[in-house]
C-alpha cells in the first residue's frame, strides 16, 4: 500500500551492499525476536480516543481571526492557484450555496475544533477495524480503516472528509486519505482540487497530539504542502457539539451573483504585502519563497522597493 | 426619527483589542474561522447607523441584524450587520428574542470593504428604548 509521498530519490540508497543487507536483516530479526519475548503489551497500539481541542499558538493569526486580503505565504502554490486565488473575493462565503460549506479534510484541522476519536473493534477477535472522528466544526466524521481494504478507484465519490486508510508506523498512526471534494487551503482563496491527497500522522505525548499533515495536489500546489498542529485531551469533554447552519440572506443581493475579480481588478491583493511590508512577488512566490535560499532575492526586491 | 451616520478613524483600537481578547474568550465553536473579519471589513474605520431592526438572524456560522437605516447621504439602505455565531451570544447573555423587528436600534462597527455592500461588523449596540447595550463589556467580543 503506497501512501502517495512525492517519489524523490532516497539518498544513499544505491550505496547499499548485499552484505550491509544481510546484517540489517540480522538486527531487526533479533529485535524482533527479542520484542516478541518481552512480558505485555510489546504490539499494543497508542490510545488516540477521547475528545481533543485545538491549540493555536502556531499560525494563529492565520487560523483563528485571519488577516487582510492577500495572504499566501506559506504555500507552495503554482500559477493555476495564483490565477484563482487573485479572482477569490472573499465575500462569496456570503453567497447561499457557500454558507454552510465544510471545510474539507485537509482545511478543518487548521481552524478552531474539537473531534472525538474513538475505535472500532471486531466483536470476534477485538482487532481494531476503524478510527471514527466526529469533528464538531459542521459537523463532519471521518472513518480511517485499519483493516487494510483497498481506496476505491479514482471515480468514486468523493466526499468533503475523503476516504482513509491507516497504519501504525511504531507509535505513530499514518493516514493516507483520497476522495477530497475540491474547497480552498486557506481562507485567502487558494484552492484546493479535487485531486488532493493527505498523508497525516498522529502521534501522542502524554494529553497531547501533535497533527502533521503532508498534502500533494497536481493542480494547485507545485510541491507538497506541509502543516503541522497540536492538540490537547480535554479532561472534561466538549459541551458545544453541535454546527446548526441555517441558509439565509445575509447580505442582499441578488441570488445569482457570485462575488469575484476579472484579471488584474483585485484592488486588495495586496493588503496583506503592504500591511507588512512585503514584496508582493515574496508574498506570492509559492515554493521558491518557502526556502532561506529565497532570502538574497527577498533583500534585492525590498531594495528595489526602497529606491 | 432624525438618523446620523458618522465615518471617522478609529485608529487601531479594535485592531489592537480583538487579538489580545480573542484567545481569551475563544470558544469551541468553528464558526470562528469562517472567515477573516479583518479580510472582509476595514477594521481601521468606524461607522454609526440608527435605524429600525428588520430581521434578527440567530444562526450558524454568523448572526446577522438587517437595519433599514440611511447612508451619510440621507439615501435608506438595507444594511447587514454581522454579529456573533449563537453559541457565543448566548454565552453573553443575547438571545433570539433580544432583538425584535421594529426595535430602534444605533451600532457602531467596523465598515465593509465595499460599500456598496452597506455592511458593516457589529461592535456597539444601543436600543434607546429601554437602554439595552452590548459591547461595553469587555468579554462583550467575538471573532
Known amino acids: ?69 492577500g495572504d499566501f505565504t506559506g504555500v507552495p502554490l503554482n500559477d493555476a492557484a495564483r490565477r484563482y486565488a487573485e479572482a477569490f473575493d472573499v465575500t462569496r462565503v456570503a453567497v447561499l450555496e457557500h454558507q454552510c460549506q465544510p471545510y474539507n479534510m485537509p482545511h478543518i484541522y487548521r481552524g478552531p475544533l474539537q473531534f472525538r476519536m474513538w475505535e472500532e473493534k471486531d466483536p470476534a477477535n477485538q482487532d481494531i477495524i476503524a478510527y471514527r472522528q466526529y469533528i464538531g466544526t459542521y459537523m463532519q466524521s471521518r472513518t480511517i480503516w485499519m483493516d487494510g481494504r483497498p481506496h476505491p478507484p479514482g471515480h468514486a465519490p468523493h466526499t468533503h472528509m475523503g476516504f482513509s486508510t491507516g497504519r501504525w508506523n511504531g507509535d505513530i498512526l499514518t493516514v493516507y486519505t483520497t476522495h477530497i471534494k475540491k474547497e480552498f487551503y486557506r481562507r485567502s482563496g487558494i484552492p484546493s482540487s479535487d485531486l ?47 454546527y446548526n447552519c441555517e441558509y439565509v440572506m445575509e447580505v442582499p443581493m441578488d441570488k445569482n451573483d457570485v462575488p469575484h475579480y476579472l484579471p488584474g481588478a483585485n484592488p486588495f491583493i495586496t493588503d496583506f504585502s503592504e500591511k507588512f511590508g512585503l514584496p508582493f512577488e515574496a508574498v506570492i512566490g509559492g515554493a521558491e519563497a518557502m526556502y532561506p535560499e529565497y532570502m538574497p532575492r527577498i533583500e534585492a526586491l525590498i531594495n528595489e522597493q526602497a529606491r | 426619527m432624525s438618523v446620523r451616520v458618522n465615518r471617522r478613524i478609529a485608529g487601531r483600537v479594535f485592531g489592537l483589542l480583538v487579538p489580545a481578547v480573542v484567545l481569551a474568550v475563544l470558544v469551541d465553536d468553528g464558526a470562528l474561522a469562517h472567515h477573516s473579519f479583518a479580510a472582509t471589513y476595514n477594521e481601521d474605520e468606524t461607522i454609526t447607523i440608527e435605524g429600525t431592526v428588520l430581521q434578527f438572524q440567530f444562526r450558524n456560522p454568523h448572526s446577522f441584524v438587517h437595519v433599514q437605516a440611511p447612508d451619510e447621504n440621507g439615501e435608506m439602505h438595507r444594511w447587514a450587520v454581522e454579529w456573533a455565531n449563537p453559541s457565543q451570544l448566548t454565552g453573553q447573555g443575547v438571545g433570539a428574542a433580544t432583538l425584535k423587528p421594529g426595535d430602534v436600534v444605533r451600532i457602531t462597527g467596523a465598515p465593509g470593504r465595499d460599500p456598496a455592500d452597506h455592511r458593516l461588523v457589529l461592535r456597539y449596540l444601543l436600543r434607546p428604548a429601554d437602554g439595552y447595550e452590548y459591547g461595553n463589556d469587555p468579554n462583550e467580543t467575538f471573532d
Open chain 1, 196 to 242: 488532493t491527497t493527505v498523508v497525516e500522522h498522529y502521534i501522542r505525548r502524554g494529553n497531547l497530539l501533535s497533527h502533521v499533515m503532508i498534502i500533494t495536489d497536481p493542480v494547485y500546489l507545485s510541491e507538497p504542502y506541509v502543516l503541522s498542529q497540536e492538540f490537547v485531551l480535554m479532561e472534561r469533554g466538549n459541551t458545544n457539539w453541535l
Open chain 1, 1 to 69: 500500500m503506497t501512501f502517495g509521498l512525492p517519489a524523490t530519490g532516497a539518498p544513499g540508497a544505491a550505496g547499499v551492499t548485499w552484505l550491509g543487507s544481510l546484517a540489517l536483516l540480522s538486527s531487526l530479526a533479533l529485535l524482533g525476536s527479542l520484542a516478541l519475548l518481552l512480558p505485555g503489551s510489546a504490539l499494543a497500539q497508542l490510545n488516540l480516543s477521547g475528545e481533543w481541542t485545538g491549540r493555536y499558538h502556531e499560525d494563529t493569526d492565520d487560523r483563528v481571526p485571519g488577516d487582510v486580503q
